[in-house]
């Protein structure tokens, strides 16, 4: 079965850190650059972060650079956000995706960054 789970959102306080993973199954994982995406509440879902299947990150938002990091496992076939030095604009639902794999998405997971 093809599919991603996202998991280790929660509720932080401003100033915090989260660990996002995402796994997946059913696809060849190692071949697949991999995004972080995030979409707030009434706001299009815009990309975090993107790393190559060798581990190069290649983009990084500019709202967040400094304080996220993404990374990957291939042999997992996990990727990982690392975020650091939360802010409550950050809230939102988090979502990973290989950008060259349209209809792959997972469920998302919840981050809300309190003041």
């Known amino acids: 079965q093809v599919r991603l789970v996202e998991s280790g959102g929660g509720l932080v306080q401003s100033g915090g850190s989260l660990r996002l993973s995402c796994a997946a199954s059913g696809i060849s994982f190692s071949v697949y650059d991999m995004g972080w995406y995030r979409q707030a509440p009434g706001k299009q879902r815009e990309l975090v972060a993107r790393?190559?299947?060798?581990?190069?990150?290649?983009y990084t938002d500019s709202a967040v650079k400094g304080r996220f990091t993404i990374s990957r496992d291939n042999a997992k076939g996990t990727v990982y956000l690392q975020m650091n030095s939360l802010k409550p604009e950050d809230t939102a639902v988090y979502y990973c995706?290989?950008?060259?794999?349209?209809?792959?998405w997972g469920q998302g997971t919840q981050v809300t960054v309190s003041s």
């Open positions: 790393i190559t299947p060798g581990g190069s990150t290649i």
């Open positions: 995706h290989p950008p060259s794999y349209n209809a792959l």
